[in-house]
């Protein structure tokens, strides 16, 4: 999916291209593939799972 995504909590399964502002906690499941910046509270990364870009957590956005 090609997509800015803002949410209150996300779980990642597949293929995601694009910015996320995830308010609580972001998991980034086995086999999953993120390529963009990771705004959140929390953060979970499965083993094998492609991320790149850059995370950052807080409660400022990265890209408004």
């Known amino acids: 999916m090609k997509a800015e995504i803002k949410a209150k909590d ?14 609580n906690k972001i998991e980034l499941q086995s086999g999953s593939s993120v390529h963009g910046d990771i705004r959140s509270r929390g953060l979970i990364i499965d083993n094998d799972v492609v991320f790149e870009g850059k ?3 807080g409660d400022k956005e990265i890209h408004k």
């Open 10 to 23: 996300a779980i990642i399964g597949g293929k995601i291209i694009g910015n996320m502002n995830i308010i």
């Open 55 to 57: 995370a950052a957590m």
